[in-house]
């Protein structure tokens, strides 16, 4: 009888652990499939320049690219800005409308910087980044990208490869919302007309 009770014991332990570990589970697994695919805002003027941002996110990568243009309708090249992340972990399931907005769905994510370039599509821009040694290069060659992650341009060192982001992003139908911080979480996402992410 002794020994009935002392199996009785052990099979509920071991029906509880399994439990446990099955809502353990199911809470933290989230994949990214419903941002994959390309987003991208509208052409916007910002000081003397023209921006389109465009976010890219394939499997456990996403692209974070900015293109200058000197034109209203985005068309005439200036630079380009491109960041690239790997390690994409989709975490939990944000509480609205604490993030800015009254719709959607969305959550937090975590990634690693794996490649930060600039490339230069401007004439006059190679001749003056190669005649300042900007970001300390000196080879500047029309719309090639150089590898600029953390150096130091126009007096600001910037990020470098292996830096760990904390990220929140809204989804509200076609359109995505998002923001990166080194730090920790934000605690709202802008959902301005420029931070307007539209699926292409």
């Known amino acids: 009888m002794k020994n009935f009770y002392i199996i009785l014991i052990l099979f509920f332990s071991f029906a ?7 809502s353990d589970t199911s809470s933290t697994t989230t994949t990214n499939t419903e941002i994959e695919g390309t987003w991208q805002t509208p052409c916007y003027v910002s000081g003397s320049y023209y921006y389109i941002k465009k976010v890219t996110v ?15 309708s985005c068309a005439t090249d200036y630079n380009t800005w491109t960041y690239t992340y790997g390690s994409v972990s989709i975490g ?4 609205f409308p604490s993030y ?19 490339t230069v599509q401007n004439s006059s821009s190679v001749s003056s980044n190669n005649t300042n040694s900007y970001c300390g290069i000196t080879d500047w060659v029309l719309n090639t990208a150089h590898d600029v992650a953390g150096k130091t341009c126009g007096g600001s060192t910037l990020q470098s ?5 904390y990220g929140i992003y809204i989804l509200d139908g076609s359109k995505l919302f998002w923001t990166l911080s080194s730090d920790a979480y934000n605690d709202s996402v802008p ?9 292409q």
């Open 16 to 22: 509880i652990f399994s439990c446990a570990k099955k």
């Open 58 to 72: 394939s499997g456990t990568n996403w692209t974070d690219t900015t293109e200058s243009h000197t034109d209203s």
């Open 92 to 95: 939990n399931e944000l509480t």
């Open 100 to 118: 800015g907005s009254s719709g959607g769905s969305g959550h937090d994510f975590t990634l690693t910087l794996s490649e930060y370039t600039y």
């Open 161 to 165: 490869i292996g830096t760990a982001y």
């Open 191 to 199: 959902t301005g007309d420029n931070d307007t992410f539209t699926k």
